[in-house]
């Protein structure tokens, strides 16, 4: 029950946002005065703690807006100095398969950027090169979204692995748990093992996805014919 309470201001967003459209400048001060009347009303917080919590997601989000911040004057930057268009001719001059070149820089290149700033600054970063080498859009908004799931773990230097960590460590005393760092170990191992295994697969349901949804013939076979590659890919992602 109190789950499904706690997905109400995030279900309104949603909502709001991609149903009706509304403006992030108004739809998510509407997520935050649902959030304190659910923390006031079915989890007794009282007006102090609901408004210093308020100042603590204020001030974490700082952080992450730098790292956006950062990445998107990166991709204006190269934008303005010509640096995208060296990027899109080396991109090119690989290979001009638009299967190769989604796997090269929806799934390489944004694995790289999700390891070294995260935070949805690959997608961010890898759309505009996939524009720029003539996806649709469209095509190139979704192949970098799906792409960016499997990496997400190691987001940020493993900012989201060691975050779930520092959640539970001051719970690990009470279960047994005196070789903190070992614990942490195994969690990383877990979190990388699910990776390894789903991540061909995320790789391989894009480019089929692209293939049906943009390509000439939309036949199947096209993204069969890059499974290779694909492991290939994933290998070089999965075993460091």
């Given at each position: 029950?109190y789950?499904i309470?706690?997905?109400?201001?995030?279900?309104v967003?949603i909502?709001?946002?991609?149903?009706?459209?509304?403006?992030?400048?108004i739809?998510?001060p509407?997520?935050?005065?649902?959030?304190?009347?659910?923390c006031f009303?079915?989890?007794?917080?009282?007006?102090?703690?609901?408004?210093?919590q308020?100042?603590?997601?204020?001030?974490?989000?700082?952080?992450t807006?730098?790292?956006?911040?950062?990445a998107?004057?990166?991709?204006?930057?190269?934008?303005?100095?010509?640096?995208?268009?060296?990027?899109n001719?080396?991109?090119?001059?690989?290979?001009?398969?638009?299967r190769?070149?989604v796997?090269i820089?929806?799934?390489m290149?944004?694995?790289?950027?999700?390891?070294?700033?995260?935070?949805?600054?690959?997608?961010?970063?890898a759309?505009p090169?996939?524009?720029?080498?003539?996806?649709?859009?469209?095509?190139?908004a979704?192949c970098?979204?799906?792409?960016n799931?499997?990496?997400v773990?190691?987001?940020?230097?493993?900012?989201?692995?060691n975050?779930a960590f520092?959640?539970?460590?001051?719970?690990l005393?009470?279960?047994?748990?005196?070789?903190?760092?070992?614990?942490?170990?195994g969690?990383?191992k877990?979190?990388?093992i699910?990776?390894?295994?789903?991540?061909p697969?995320?790789?391989?349901?894009?480019?089929?996805?692209m293939v049906?949804?943009?390509?000439?013939?939309?036949?199947?076979?096209?993204?069969i014919e890059?499974?290779?590659y694909i492991?290939?890919a994933a290998?070089?992602?999965?075993?460091?």
């Amino acid at each position: 029950m109190y789950a499904i309470i706690a997905f109400i201001p995030i279900i309104v967003t949603i909502i709001v946002m991609a149903g009706f459209n509304w403006p992030a400048k108004i739809a998510l001060p509407l997520a935050w005065l649902i959030t304190a009347v659910v923390c006031f009303a079915a989890w007794k917080m009282d007006i102090i703690t609901i408004a210093a919590q308020t100042i603590a997601g204020f001030l974490n989000s700082i952080d992450t807006i730098v790292i956006i911040f950062g990445a998107i004057l990166i991709m204006n930057t190269l934008k303005q100095s010509g640096g995208m268009g060296v990027i899109n001719r080396m991109f090119t001059s690989v290979s001009d398969d638009p299967r190769i070149q989604v796997i090269i820089i929806g799934f390489m290149f944004g694995a790289f950027i999700e390891g070294a700033a995260g935070f949805g600054t690959p997608a961010a970063l890898a759309a505009p090169l996939l524009i720029g080498l003539g996806f649709p859009p469209l095509c190139a908004a979704m192949c970098a979204l799906i792409m960016n799931s499997t990496p997400v773990a190691y987001g940020a230097v493993g900012t989201p692995t060691n975050t779930a960590f520092n959640m539970v460590s001051s719970e690990l005393a009470g279960i047994g748990v005196t070789d903190t760092e070992a614990w942490k170990l195994g969690l990383t191992k877990w979190v990388a093992i699910p990776s390894a295994i789903i991540c061909p697969i995320i790789i391989f349901i894009v480019v089929f996805m692209m293939v049906k949804m943009f390509g000439k013939d939309k036949s199947t076979k096209y993204a069969i014919e890059v499974i290779p590659y694909i492991l290939m890919a994933a290998v070089a992602f999965v075993v460091p």
